[in-house]
């Protein structure tokens, strides 16, 4: 049982040295997950596309939780998905930010949730052997499992997986140190948002995920990247949720924005990127403080 919350946490075993407490897991026991989308306007999209793909791979349709934004959308949810499909509609709230904050107080301190975007259409995985040096993700389950392992040993989180299905870019290697995760598909021992180890987000629009990437790596010193598997989605052109806001915080004035709010609000991890080919502001992340430590 945890100290703090009182939450029943079997997975985690609380060390006191030298009047101070330190929480390790242990590894090796498969992890009893749930999975979280939140999904706004696009209930035809979840049919299609990552219910399908969850199905695919065989992963529980009973862990599947689906947070809509009103009692509006919560019938049209209802009315579309097909039964089975998945475990539960819940109403959250609108807005990307404020679901993800929902989501982080609607489960318990602990619990393990992977939470995926309504517009994944697969996954690719790295294989040297092949022409592009990717093909078609073999077992979802097994990365699942893998990236909640993976935070066992580093004693973090957050874990996720590489934000391009690109082969030439992607690698066969995990690594702990201040990387984006992209929250289209990533997991985390649930923070809440509360307390000293909560996670909160604050950017109530773009650029969410590298918020979360940066407290969580902040308050755990670590985030685990799977840089070898990758999830296929259509950024920036779905029809519905964040597209929804295309003309405010999803034009590249909304996300150059964004993107130098998070900069200003952590300058010691982020620098704005204005190089990429898309012409949209993108940032990258990188811990300065042992740099600054360092040279002072």
């Known amino acids: 049982m945890c100290l703090f919350c009182g939450s029943l946490l079997p997975q985690w075993t609380f060390i006191f040295l030298a009047n101070k407490q330190m929480a390790t897991r242990k590894v090796g026991k498969n992890i009893d997950y749930v999975v979280a989308i939140p999904s706004y306007k696009r209930a035809e999209t979840l049919k299609e596309k990552t219910l399908p793909v969850l199905a695919k791979y065989k992963i529980d349709p009973k862990k599947i939780h689906v947070f809509v934004a009103n009692e509006e959308e919560e019938e049209i949810y209802k009315k579309t998905l097909t039964p089975g499909t998945y475990g539960k509609i819940i109403k959250a709230v609108k807005g990307i930010g404020p679901v993800r904050n929902f989501i982080y107080d609607y489960f318990p301190i602990g619990k393990p949730v992977v939470s995926m975007d309504d517009d994944i259409k697969g996954f690719l995985e790295f294989d040297e ?35 391009v299905p690109n082969g030439f870019f992607m690698k066969d290697k995990v690594t702990t140190d201040l990387k984006y995760i992209i929250a289209c598909f990533e997991g985390f021992f649930n923070p809440g948002t509360k307390g000293p180890k909560g996670v909160k987000i604050n950017k109530m629009g773009h650029k969410d995920d590298y918020e979360s990437s940066i407290q969580f790596y902040k308050k755990d010193g670590a985030v685990v990247r799977l840089n070898f598997v990758a999830p296929k989605t259509a950024y920036y052109t779905e029809p519905g949720g964040l597209q929804e806001f295309k003309n405010t915080i999803r034009s590249p004035k909304g996300i150059l924005e964004g993107a130098k709010w998070i900069v200003k609000t952590y300058p010691e991890f982020a620098k704005l990127n204005l190089t990429k080919k898309s012409g949209k502001a993108e940032l990258k992340l990188k811990d300065t403080r042992k740099l600054i430590s360092h040279r002072t």
């Open 129 to 163: 052997k092949m022409p592009r040096k990717e093909k078609p993700l073999v077992n979802l389950e097994k990365i699942i499992q893998r990236g909640f392992q993976e935070c066992k040993k580093a004693n973090c989180r957050l874990w996720g997986v590489y934000p």
